[in-house]
């Protein structure tokens, strides 16, 4: 899949699940599926491969590049991006992976901030981004932005603070905080050739009322769907529509979260909801109990089962 020039995070990006074995091992033949329900059940063209929701950090390099392989193969003339991120603790794996996405087509590429050894500053940041970038250099490059788990709190709108001039290729943030008053300093701040898209799926409307050019997220695997109606909502003028779709999702996750909507009871919902096959998380995440993920499935078709009341 050769990548676009003018390929850019738009709409909405479903951030894929990585498909396991009940032995733990990564599963490729789900892959084609997968892309098939995307596009087909939940209108969703765009993807966003090997990141939180795709279990990455728990991921070898040789996985996640036998992963992002096959995702830019199969979806070769199916979908509109693939956007593979390359971020590790490592400095010299994630030029690795940069270098290996340009080889094998993707459309960009995301890197969020080492989490162990952590970054201070934003010219730190830069300077990172910086090196991986550059063993990519002619694909779309994006700041993968997640403060709840990196806990590198930098200021995303002090980063972008003349970034085209170290990383050329810079094209956007995927931004997964919940400061709208950063968010929207990055909106007001980014250039035409950009995509600032926001990651927290509960508070679509707000990031989309801030200016986000579109959103990555884990929900919109399943709930893709009624995603692209809330977006289409909002830009038609139609606030109360989009705010009900919106409430609607919240009333999901809040339903989710009074007990542990960690990312194996996301992932078992997406294999309940599309009848694909994901498998466990990786250890140290733990599948969840039956029960628990049928009363999570009990309430998304309780709210969303007449798709015409959207």
Same mark, same amino acid.
């Given at each position: 899949?050769?990548?676009?020039?003018?390929?850019? #995070?738009s709409? %909405?990006?479903?951030?894929?699940?990585?498909?396991?074995?009940? +032995?733990?091992?990564?599963?490729?033949?789900v892959?084609?599926p997968?892309?098939?329900?995307?596009i087909?059940?939940?209108?969703?063209?765009?993807?966003?491969?090997?990141?939180?929701?795709? +279990?990455?950090?728990?991921?070898?390099?040789?996985? $996640?590049?036998?992963?992002? +392989?096959?995702?830019?193969?199969?979806?070769?003339?199916?979908?509109?991006?693939?956007?593979?991120?390359?971020?590790?603790?490592s400095?010299?794996?994630?030029?690795?992976?940069a270098?290996?996405?340009?080889?094998?087509?993707?459309?960009? %590429?995301?890197? /969020?901030?080492?989490?162990?050894?952590?970054?201070?500053?934003?010219?730190? /940041?830069?300077?990172?981004?910086?090196?991986?970038?550059?063993?990519? *250099?002619n694909?779309?490059?994006?700041?993968?932005?997640?403060?709840?788990?990196?806990?590198?709190?930098? *200021?995303? $709108?002090?980063?972008?603070?003349?970034?085209?001039?170290?990383?050329?290729?810079? $094209?956007?943030?995927?931004?997964s905080?919940?400061?709208?008053?950063?968010?929207?300093?990055?909106?007001?701040?980014? =250039?035409?050739?950009?995509?600032?898209?926001?990651?927290?799926? +509960?508070?679509?409307?707000?990031?989309?009322?801030?200016?986000?050019?579109?959103?990555?997220g884990?929900?919109?695997?399943? #709930?893709g769907?009624?995603?692209?109606?809330? %977006?289409?909502?909002?830009?038609?003028?139609?606030?109360?529509?989009? $705010?009900a779709?919106q409430?609607k999702?919240?009333e999901?996750?809040?339903?989710?979260?009074?007990?542990?909507?960690?990312?194996?009871?996301n992932?078992?919902?997406?294999?309940?909801?599309?009848?694909?096959?994901?498998?466990?998380?990786?250890?140290?995440?733990?599948?969840? *109990? =039956?029960?628990?993920?049928?009363?999570?499935?009990?309430?998304?078709?309780?709210?969303? =089962?007449?798709?015409?009341?959207?």
């Amino acid at each position: 899949m050769a990548p676009a020039a003018d390929a850019k #995070m738009s709409g %909405i990006v479903a951030a894929t699940f990585t498909p396991l074995t009940s +032995e733990g091992e990564i599963n490729l033949s789900v892959i084609e599926p997968y892309i098939d329900y995307l596009i087909n059940k939940q209108n969703v063209k765009s993807i966003f491969v090997n990141g939180t929701t795709g +279990e990455s950090v728990s991921l070898s390099v040789a996985e $996640r590049k036998a992963l992002a +392989e096959d995702w830019c193969r199969k979806a070769k003339g199916k979908m509109d991006n693939v956007f593979v991120h390359v971020g590790c603790m490592s400095l010299k794996d994630s030029q690795d992976l940069a270098c290996h996405a340009a080889q094998i087509g993707a459309d960009g %590429i995301a890197v /969020i901030s080492p989490s162990f050894f952590k970054p201070g500053t934003a010219d730190d /940041i830069k300077a990172f981004l910086r090196e991986v970038a550059s063993a990519a *250099p002619n694909l779309p490059f994006y700041y993968y932005h997640m403060p709840a788990i990196t806990g590198v709190n930098v *200021p995303v $709108r002090d980063v972008l603070n003349d970034i085209e001039d170290l990383i050329p290729s810079f $094209r956007g943030v995927k931004f997964s905080g919940y400061d709208l008053l950063d968010f929207g300093q990055c909106v007001s701040n980014s =250039q035409p050739n950009w995509s600032v898209v926001y990651g927290v799926d +509960e508070q679509l409307l707000a990031g989309l009322v801030m200016g986000a050019n579109g959103a990555v997220g884990s929900t919109y695997n399943y #709930m893709g769907s009624y995603a692209n109606k809330l %977006i289409t909502a909002f830009e038609n003028g139609d606030q109360l529509q989009a $705010r009900a779709i919106q409430f609607k999702l919240q009333e999901l996750l809040s339903f989710a979260m009074k007990n542990r909507f960690d990312l194996g009871v996301n992932k078992q919902l997406m294999s309940e909801v599309s009848g694909l096959s994901l498998g466990p998380p990786r250890l140290p995440l733990v599948q969840c *109990p =039956q029960e628990y993920a049928k009363s999570i499935l009990q309430k998304y078709h309780s709210l969303f =089962q007449d798709s015409r009341s959207m």
